[in-house]
């Protein structure tokens, strides 16, 4: 009863935004099909039928092992029976999952590293229906399943995962318990990483992008199918302009003054020609890009960088990756000084890897693709579905971004480009 009251008030809410009869049509649509989901998640709840999605039911060892059994990545040697799971204190902050580190007590031969990773829905029924309808959870879960066996950098190994209705779940190994990894937090994103670091990850980046650069249409959908694409997929090609569209608004209202004028009207601009911008943003060729790119989801492997949270993973420009990486992680001071010669590092990288790029094209995708790094966050704080313990990040992140749009000149490059 009490989702279905929230979506009487969506639909309030739907019908007093900014939109054409079509958009508003279209939107009203998309939200009232994933409050549907999240109520008929509640209500299989009662017989058994949805998915564990709570931190103290999926703790329970009888449910956890019937999770890891009946849904594991790859063929396990034997089931897997707990008879203890302890949740570790050790803070794990996510924009839009609970995640748990668990100590595992197994009957007889272990079948498991004795502690793994999990994560989970968020508790805030908001992030759930926001996060359900950009389909990110699906397709991590996809990503684990299908794609990451087959990356040339390091993903945590997964043990088992599923997505049903609005709901996930995603059992990994414990990162924290190998000596040769480092993982980052929050501060760090907030100081910025060496620019030793930086080079590290651009190295990584290049790898990624020169794996699958190229590929014919009917190769990539065999690898991660168009289905999931967060811009040009079915359900999400008519939806995000929408979105991101009406998240200015409510973003500049919780952020005053940050978004000046100029910005803003670059931001209405690059909306209004949406469908032109997806041709050059999405022309061939194509290779496979992690979508989320920032330092958080990096951690040192020994002498490589892996990445996880694969929340965002689509086919794309491989300068994406780098825009967003550089623009998220390094405060806008340093990055000023440093910009075009990290950016021409990652094009020495990718000629290397075999999948050759020219400085000046990669610095023009370069400038393009910095309003992605401004949208992204507008719709994260315009949306309100992350949690507050990003709050001060997030806000720092949007001033990063709008000091790269100005920096590079998007501008001027999107008049350059509709003219």
């Known amino acids: 009863s009490d989702i279905l009251l929230k979506m009487s ?13 079509t958009e508003t049509a279209r939107l009203a649509l998309v939200g009232a099909r994933e409050w549907g989901r999240l109520a008929a998640d509640a209500v299989g709840d009662a017989g058994g039928r949805s998915l564990p999605w709570r931190a103290a039911e999926v703790a329970e060892p009888e449910t956890l092992s019937r999770l890891l059994n009946r849904w594991p990545v790859r063929p396990l040697s034997r089931p897997v029976q707990l008879s203890d799971v302890q949740v570790q204190d050790i803070p794990s902050v996510s924009s839009n999952c609970r995640n748990l580190v ?3 007590e197994q009957v007889g031969e272990p079948v498991l590293p004795h502690s793994l990773f999990v994560k989970l829905p968020m508790e805030s029924r908001l992030t759930r229906w926001f996060f359900s309808i950009i389909s990110s959870w699906r397709l991590e879960s996809h990503f684990f399943r299908h794609v990451a066996g087959g ?6 190994i997964t043990y088992a995962t599923h997505w049903q209705g609005s709901r996930f779940f995603l059992a990994q190994e414990n990162l924290h318990e190998d000596p040769s990894v480092q993982l980052f937090t929050n501060p760090d994103m907030l100081d ?7 080079r590290r990850c651009l ?5 990624l992008h020169s794996h699958h650069h190229g590929l014919p249409v009917a190769a990539r959908e065999q690898i991660l199918p168009l289905t999931y694409h967060p811009f040009l997929s079915p359900g999400m090609g008519a939806i995000s302009p929408i979105l991101n569209r009406l998240a200015l608004g409510p973003c500049m209202r919780r952020q005053p003054g940050t978004i000046p004028a100029d910005v803003a009207q670059a931001y209405r601009d690059s909306v209004a020609h949406w469908d032109q911008l997806l041709g050059y943003w999405f022309a061939e060729p194509l290779c496979l890009l992690h979508g989320d ?22 086919w794309g420009k491989g300068v994406r990756d780098v825009q967003y990486f550089l623009i998220d992680s390094l405060p806008a001071a340093t990055l000023a000084a440093h910009e075009r010669e990290l950016l021409e590092y990652y094009v020495q990288r990718r000629e290397k890897y075999g999948a050759p790029i020219a400085v000046e094209l990669a610095w023009e995708e370069y400038r393009s693709f910095s309003f992605h790094t401004l949208m992204t966050i507008v719709v994260s704080i315009g949306f309100g579905a992350l949690n ?21 000149d998007y501008t001027g490059w999107l008049r350059d480009f509709l003219a």
């Open 9 to 21: 008030d969506y639909h309030k809410a739907v019908q007093a935004l900014p939109m054409s009869a």
């Open 102 to 104: 668990l100590s595992l």
């Open 151 to 156: 990356l040339p950098l390091r993903t945590p």
């Open 192 to 198: 910025g990483p060496s620019l030793d670091l930086v």
């Open 203 to 207: 190295d990584a980046f290049a790898r």
């Open 293 to 314: 790119s920032h330092l958080g989801n990096f951690f040192v492997s020994g002498e490589e960088m892996g990445m996880l949270d694969w929340q965002a993973t689509h």
């Open 388 to 408: 507050e313990e990003q709050d001060a990040l997030m806000a720092e992140i949007l001033r990063r971004a709008v000091a790269a749009v100005q920096r590079v």
